[in-house]
């Protein structure tokens, strides 16, 4: 099972929760979010996830929709219900932004998120906006 955490020594660091099971791109994140001097735990599915969060406080989550076991939109669903505080903070991924069904839950849950690929400039930037507080996406 892919987990891990990388641990760090600055007692303020914050730590976000990367949910991807591919593990390329888990590594694409941790390395971008590490330069960001980010914590990172890494998960490859919602299940998983969700275990964790009883654990640890994170300071946001980035969650692949496609996900073995436990995909990210039934994550999101069960944290609305457990954490409402923390489904603010979730940047989701996908591949898949053409269908139907995942535009309509991105457009519902008002969550950012990245299409894939998706570039480490991409990510940093929507990382950044959401440890500014940008988290839900705002209505023009």
């Known amino acids: 099972m892919l987990r891990y955490v990388v641990q760090s020594t600055k007692a303020n660091e914050k730590t976000v929760l990367v949910i991807e099971d591919e593990a390329s791109i888990a590594e694409v994140c941790t390395r971008v979010f590490r330069g960001e001097g980010l914590k990172v735990s890494v998960v490859p599915d919602g299940e998983a996830a969700l275990n964790l969060l009883s ?21 999101y669903r069960h944290l609305e219900k457990r954490y409402p505080g923390m489904a603010g903070k979730v940047i989701f991924t996908t591949g898949d932004v ?5 535009k309509t839950f991105l457009d519902e849950a008002e969550c950012l998120y990245l299409a894939k ?21 705002r209505s023009e």
């Open 117 to 137: 690929p998706f570039t480490p400039d991409e990510l940093k930037g929507i990382a950044r906006d959401m440890l500014d507080g940008k988290g839900r996406k």
């Open 98 to 102: 053409l269908s139907s069904d995942i």
């Open 55 to 75: 654990e640890e406080g994170f300071a946001f989550v980035l969650v692949d929709i496609r996900t073995p076991r436990m995909n990210g939109i039934e994550f």
